[in-house]
T-cell receptor, first 113, second 114 residues
Framework: AQTVTQSQPEMSVQEAETVTLSCTYD???????LFWYKQPPSRQMILVIR??????QNATENRFSVNFQKAAKSFSLKISDSQLGDAAMYFC??????????FGAGTILRVKS | DTGVSQDPRHKITKRGQNVTFRCDPI?????LYWYRQTLGQGPEFLTY????????KSRLLSDRFSAERPKGSFSTLEIQRTEQGDSAMYLC????????????FGSGTRLTVV
């Protein structure tokens, strides 16, 4: 099975500091999409950032950016200037044919004030 | 349009009973997906529709599970003869097939089988 691996079950960061969440994935496709989703305690899944595999440039959305290493099949998320509202479960996700999403197991991010 | 709506938010049922969940997608979205999420895990794909056609079902979807999307609008997910292992969060999401921007998810239905 083609999988998505998040090796950090939990991470902590001090408010206003930077944290990086790791993700590796497996795929035999050359063109695909990767996402980071956030699931706060209220449980609704929210799209954080999206990366198209054919694009060399790393995606950025305000305080969120990714480090996409296609050859290494690595897709990490960097959160700058962390805020209390960033506390959530973060999922690394790969999109398969038919737009199905394959989720990693998630990383719980705790933000300390 | 306020996004993807799911009803009910919570459902407690006795083992062996049937339950049905409803999902109302974003109106212009032609694809609708069902996922199941157990505690502390990432969601797992169950099935998806393009308009009213059910295009794929996961092997996780046993014959006790059935999903419909009449007229390509809302969808229902029914579980017959519920088992304790069915306890999970059931997530619905929708998207446009022409785009790969990811999905819009609903808030989910939490099922507890006692």
């Amino acid at each position: 099975a083609q999988t998505v691996t998040q090796s950090q079950p939990e991470m902590s960061v001090q408010e206003a500091e930077t944290v990086t969440l790791s993700c590796t994935y497996d795929t035999s496709e050359s063109d695909y999409y990767l996402f980071w989703y956030k699931q706060p305690p209220s449980r609704q899944m929210i799209l954080v950032i999206r990366q198209e595999a054919y694009k060399q440039q790393n995606a950025t959305e305000n305080r969120f950016s990714v480090n996409f290493q296609k050859a290494a099949k690595s897709f990490s998320l960097k959160i700058s200037d962390s805020q209390l509202g960033d506390a959530a479960m973060y999922f690394c996700v790969r999109m398969e044919y038919g737009n199905k999403l394959v989720f990693g197991a998630g990383t719980i991010l705790r933000v300390k004030s | 349009d306020t996004g993807v709506s799911q009803d009910p938010r919570h459902k407690i049922t006795k083992r062996g009973q049937n339950v049905t969940f409803r999902c109302d997608p974003i109106s212009e979205h032609n694809r609708l997906y069902w996922y199941r999420q157990t505690l502390g895990q990432g969601p797992e794909f169950l099935t998806y529709f393009q308009n009213e056609a059910q295009l794929e079902k996961s092997r996780l979807l046993s014959d006790r599970f059935s999903a419909e999307r009449p007229k390509g609008s809302f969808s229902t997910l029914e579980i017959q003869r519920t088992e304790q292992g069915d306890s999970a969060m059931y997530l619905c999401a929708s998207s446009l097939s022409s785009q790969n921007y990811g999905y819009t998810f609903g808030s989910g239905t939490r099922l507890t089988v006692v």
